[in-house]
């Protein structure tokens, strides 16, 4: 079967992170986007009426949704963008915003989970995920050229090279090893064509090889870059916790010696958690402990901070009522005797709600009583 759309690389990306990119060069690039996201597409399109018609079907299903899902991520973000840009009515912010959109993630969610990479590491997924595809399938472009395959193959196992340099040093020697395989396969392959050698049935495993090799260093170094991103957010919410924490205890110990009763929930130490892990396994363990910690101190916080609230608040009325008593029934004794009693309270500490509340309440009922309430 022959895909009439040709392959398409993505074009180069401006700028930097939160960089002011000149109009111009996002004028040209965003073009250059815009062609590569539909041609990609109606590649895609051919691509899974391929896969469909493929004695491997249900083999290849996986890796057709995944680069369906890539392109659905590239091609909302490139959205954004275009709102963005608003037809180059653009300044220093929003240029700046777009280098913003360009660069930051963007959740390339699929049947097989979801992956945060920025735009231009989800565009160079989608083209070895489309090249593996046209391997797996043993798909020629349509013009048929293997000088342009050739190509291809030589600018992908540079963008291999790129990747290399990115990798920790646990793992770079067998990504160098690897990418030194590639590029004399690419080479040998290369130098065999200019001799007129028949290299059709070379280039789809070399393809398959170069494709996987991209895929997996891309997804590798934005899985270390997910990683790292929580690592941070459990310290940075590790700190957090701790002075929260220190702050609620202060709190629960104020109630508990200002008035009584007051509640007795427990206060978390996040410090008892330890130190905070970087395998991913006990990292999302300690996230999620992390989180039942922020419930909890946020449950003991509302908890003290009402009993002491409820103090305030009595203390307040009792007051309020007093002022109006002192208007409209000045001199009685029995109210004077009963506010007397609710100062009492308050003065001794810890101060008893229960008692509190019944004597503000008689003290409102008298008032009512001769009038003062209404």
């Known amino acids: 079967m022959t895909v009439r759309t040709p392959t398409v690389s993505a074009p180069a990306p401006p700028g930097r992170m939160g960089s002011s990119v000149p109009a111009a060069e996002l004028l040209s690039f965003l073009d250059a986007l815009g062609t590569w996201r539909d041609r990609r597409k109606a590649e895609l399109e051919e691509l899974d009426q391929a896969a469909l018609h493929s004695a491997d079907a249900d083999a290849l299903s996986a890796d057709v949704v995944l680069s369906m899902a890539v392109w659905k991520a590239v091609s909302d973000r490139y959205e954004l963008i275009l709102v963005t840009w608003d037809s180059g009515r653009v300044g220093v912010k929003e240029t700046e915003r777009i280098s913003t959109l360009i660069w930051g993630g963007l959740d390339t969610g699929g049947a097989g989970g979801s992956l945060a990479v920025s735009l231009p590491e989800a565009c160079k997924l989608s083209d070895a995920l489309a090249s593996s595809l046209r391997a797996k399938l043993a798909l020629e472009p349509g013009d048929g050229d293997l000088a342009a395959h050739l190509r291809q193959l030589r600018a992908q196992v540079e963008r291999i090279n790129d990747l290399v340099k990115l990798e920790p040093a646990t793992v770079r020697n067998a990504a160098i090893a690897e990418h030194h395989d590639l590029d004399r396969r690419v080479t040998d392959l290369t130098e065999r064509s200019k001799r007129g050698a028949d290299i059709g049935g070379l280039i ?171």
Not at 236 to 250: C, K, N, P
Not at 269 to 294: F, H, W
Not at 327 to 334: Q, R
Request: charge should be neutral; proline fraction near 5%.
């Open 204 to 374: 789809g495993p070399l393809e398959i090889d170069a494709a996987r090799a991209e895929r997996d260093l891309i997804v590798g170094a934005a899985t270390r870059k997910e990683r790292a991103a929580d690592v941070a957010r459990a310290r940075s919410l590790r700190s957090e916790l701790e002075a929260q924490g220190t702050a609620v205890r202060a709190l629960a110990d104020k109630a508990v010696a200002t008035v009584t009763p007051a509640p007795r929930l427990a206060v978390p130490d996040v410090t008892a958690l330890g130190q905070v892990p970087n395998t991913p396994a006990e990292l999302e363990k300690y996230l999620s402990r992390l989180d039942a910690v922020r419930r909890a101190l946020g449950q003991a916080q509302a908890a003290y901070g009402a009993a002491l609230a409820h103090r305030d608040e009595l203390a307040a009325l009792l007051d309020a009522y007093q002022v109006k008593a002192s208007s409209v029934a000045p001199g009685n004794e029995d109210l004077a005797e009963l506010y007397r009693r609710a100062r009492a309270v308050i003065e001794q500490e810890p101060v008893e709600l229960t008692r509190l509340g019944a004597l503000v309440t008689a003290y409102q009922a008298y008032l009512e009583a001769t009038g003062g309430t209404k």
